[in-house]
């Protein structure tokens, strides 16, 4: 804590300062002191040593009384306590401000200024006016109380330890010298990564992340356990910290929550976060708090350079893997024992499959010494060490094949999805798309429990809350042998898909929650497994695009949306329905993201694609006309817009019906256009007609009837009625905050429009607190 303040407060009181009061409120609070005094003389600028000086401190605390102070001898304009309250304000510290009162009594020593009065005075009203003055105090009493009640009300609402790191490891043996390591090199400033030499796998450091975590939990009040092998994914295990941290709101977008997370740890001692799985420094480097916080990163990546320091880690000596050993598979002899963790050469991975192995009697030692020099040489010719641990998982697989078919199977179909969790029921749900004997195994809550059991008896799996979790290096085994399920696993997520997401919020936790592993299945490099069922792949893709759009997630949306338009466009060619209805969908993406040319292109070309093929009245052509009339609107060609719009909505009507959800947005884009060319009276009653449909057809939460009320609204802003504008700005955006959260896009347009209207009806008290608002969940 820096308290700046002028010579003065730490004389007066004689017996008991004004600064020994602040100095004590901070002891009491559990925080150190430090001040200008602290810093010795050097040859550097005053003004230069002073902003040194706050910068180190981690909040300011300023206690302005009525003496202006000695002015900076490099800058003579500003005393000591205005430059260090300038440093606080550009370093970004908490700043907690307490003036003296004009009733403080004192010598004229404390009380006046005869030559810098009017300078502090000006000072004082700055401060006063900043809105940081946390208290107006007279006695040292009283600072003191108001400080230490400053300090500790800012901590109360956080939690005061956070946890999710994984279980700590039975039997977890060695390491002991890495872990020092790890230890003292988190005593220093940089993040640090436990790493393999030479890319090695199966070394066990996520092991040693966890043991370490485990080990010196006593040292940290935070610690956060993050799955970092796939980058998108590491944005929203961020986000959920702060959500545990009561920093943001569950809904947030992570482009809003992530920076006020870090900013958060950023500031806070005993704070350890661990990026398990990292593929390469880019993955991570954006999420690396600084500060105090300490982070631990686990990565086959071996150089770190510039991002964090490099702790190696070696496999088990050879006294390390036999004490490992043993205490797995204590039946085995001491000659056993060498030879075993000599084939293995000592890898921890390989020497924990190996006695799951040989402790419940699948193998006998030489049955398993022997199997592994025999399949050794049809291995990938990978250096020995990865050669045995991918002759360990192949000997598991072959030993579930012979006793427990169904096990295999479930393993075998859990190496596609994401490397995740998979909840049991996504594919118990479905036991027809299923192969036998895993089909029958699936339909029976007991036989699923039993082959579980099987998994986790020979650590092939972690399970627990319903879920099963099989660790990448065995799924890519997997995988490599067992192309032909990626059709199964695809097959599964077609059948899991939680519905059409467009202005659907009610489906969207269940898409949030199967992302990644609708990601995985999708994923380009599956695109060749998949041959037979591109037509579905692009209807999948489409899918996720849908939901990521609407959830306001627009540029994420783009590349989903781009490959389901290209495989139709190589399946089916330029002019097929699904073809045409997936780039009218791409169109629509890219205009949300503002790629405004490139959706009007797409647009312009799809819907005379569809007049062509399925006619002007058809659905398919409305739809993509509805489209391209807002892209006419943004690209400034209002007339263009308005006729296309009346046709468009007049076809609608004629086909579908004045009350269809299509028809109400094509009358809701025709309103738009005609206010763009001046028609107020018609965008007026079309948008009231529209309006009262969407009510009675969707309901008043519908998003569709949220946007239409909000339109409206624009359009009584902008035709001068302001007071009817407000009153339905005020009900969409409470429709908005109750349906799609607070952060969403809508939301935050809504209320930004809001804040116009209210601001030009003279309620600035209102205006400034929706600003507040709007500041504060967009922070």
């Known amino acids: 804590m820096f308290i700046s303040h002028t010579s003065e407060l730490r004389a007066y009181p004689a017996g008991g300062s004004f600064v020994d009061a602040v100095e004590s409120a901070i002891t009491r609070a559990g925080d150190v002191v430090v001040d200008m005094a ?15 000086a706050v910068g180190s401190a981690d909040v300011y605390v300023l206690v302005a009384g009525f003496r202006y102070g000695t002015p900076v001898r490099d800058r003579p304009e500003v005393s000591y306590t205005e430059a260090e309250f300038e440093a606080a304000s550009e370093s970004g510290l908490p700043r907690l401000v307490f003036l003296l009162g004009e009733d403080t009594e004192g010598p004229v020593g404390l009380t006046r ?25 007279s006695t040292p009493g009283a600072l003191e109380a108001a400080v230490l009640h400053a300090l500790t009300s800012s901590r109360r609402d956080e939690p005061s330890t956070v946890w999710n790191v994984p279980a700590r490891l039975p039997g977890f043996t060695g390491r002991d010298a ?7 090199a988190l005593s220093d400033a940089g993040p640090v990564v436990v790493s393999a030499i030479a890319g090695m796998g199966g070394i066990g450091k996520t092991s040693a992340a966890v043991e370490f975590a485990h080990r010196y939990a006593d040292d940290y009040d935070v610690v956060w356990w993050i799955a970092a092998e796939d980058p998108t994914l590491i944005p929203a295990q961020v986000a959920l910290l702060g959500q545990v941290l009561r920093v943001v709101e569950v809904g947030d977008p992570v482009e809003v929550a992530v ?17 398990d799985n990292a593929e390469h420094p880019e993955a991570v480097a954006p999420f690396l708090p600084g500060g105090r916080a300490r982070v631990v990163i686990t990565s086959r990546h071996t150089r770190w350079d510039g991002v964090a320091v490099a702790v190696g880690i070696d496999v088990f000596t050879p006294e390390e893997s036999a004490r490992f050993v043993r205490s797995k598979a204590p039946s085995l002899t001491p000659e056993e024992v060498g030879e075993v963790c000599e084939a293995l050469g000592h890898l921890p991975s390989a020497l924990d499959q190996a006695t799951a192995l040989l402790s419940d009697g699948t193998f006998t030692p ?19 060490d990865r050669v045995s641990v991918t002759a360990s998982w192949s000997l598991a697989f072959d030993a579930l094949a012979g006793r427990h078919p169904a096990a295999l199977q479930l393993l075998t179909l859990v190496a596609w999805p994401a490397p995740e969790p998979v909840p049991l029921s996504l594919i118990g749900d479905h036991p027809e798309v299923l192969p036998e004997p895993l089909a029958s195994v699936m339909a029976d809550p007991l036989a699923v429990a039993d082959v579980v059991r099987v998994l986790r008896q020979r650590a092939l799996v972690r399970a627990d809350a319903g879920s099963i979790h ?6 890519a085994l997997l995988r490599g042998d067992a192309a032909d399920w990626a059709v199964t696993a695809f097959t599964l997520m077609i059948r899991n898909e939680p519905g059409y997401a467009w202005s659907n919020p009610a489906v969207w936790p269940h898409w949030q929650r199967l992302l990644p592993h609708l990601l995985a299945v999708t994923a380009p490099d599956r695109h060749d497994l998949l041959a037979d069922h591109h037509d579905a792949l692009a209807k999948l893709l489409d899918g996720i695009s849908t939901y990521l759009a609407t959830s306001g997630h627009a540029h994420q949306a783009i590349p989903h949306a781009r490959r389901a338009y290209d495989l139709a466009r190589e399946r089916q060619g330029d002019d097929d329905p699904r073809t045409l209805r997936y780039a009218n969908n791409l169109s629509i993406r890219l205009k949300a993201a503002a790629e405004d040319r490139a959706a009007r292109e797409i647009g312009a070309d799809t819907l005379a694609r569809l007049r062509r093929v399925l006619g002007a009245d058809h659905p398919g052509t409305l739809r993509a006309a509805g489209n391209l009339v807002l892209g006419l609107i943004e690209s400034g060609e209002h007339q263009a817009a308005r006729e296309l719009g009346a046709d468009t909505m007049a076809r609608f009507r004629r086909v579908l019906g004045e009350d269809h959800p299509d028809t109400l947005s094509s009358a809701n884009n025709l309103a738009i256009a005609l206010g763009k060319v001046g028609d107020r009276r018609a965008a007026r009653e079309i948008f009231e007609d529209c309006l009262a449909r969407c009510r009675r057809v969707l309901g008043a939460d519908h998003p569709d009837t949220l946007m239409t009320a909000h339109n409206l609204a624009v359009e009584l802003a902008d035709s001068g009625d302001s007071r009817a504008a407000r009153g339905l700005f005020e009900e969409a955006l409470s429709g908005y905050r109750r349906v ?3 952060r969403h896009p809508h939301t935050r347009h809504c209320a930004d429009c809001l804040v116009k209207v209210v601001r030009h009806l003279g309620d600035g008290e209102r205006a400034d607190a929706l600003q507040a608002w709007i500041d504060s969940v967009t922070r």
């Open 113 to 137: 200024d005869l030559e810098y009065g009017d300078r502090q005075e000006r000072f004082r009203g700055r401060l006063r006016d900043s809105g940081l003055t946390a208290a107006m105090v």
């Open 366 to 384: 030489d049955a398993y010494l022997g199997l592994l020099r025999t399949r050794a040489k049809e291995l990938l010719h990978r250096g020995h």
């Open 38 to 52: 602290y810093f010795a003389a050097r040859d550097a600028l005053p003004a230069s040593v002073c902003r040194e």
């Open 740 to 742: 799609l959260g607070d």
């Open 470 to 475: 099989l660790h990448r290096v065995p799924a």
């Open 259 to 275: 920076p006020m997370v870090l900013g958060r740890l950023r500031g806070r001692d005993r704070v350890l976060l661990v990026f």
């Open 178 to 184: 890495l872990l020092a390591r790890l230890s003292g």
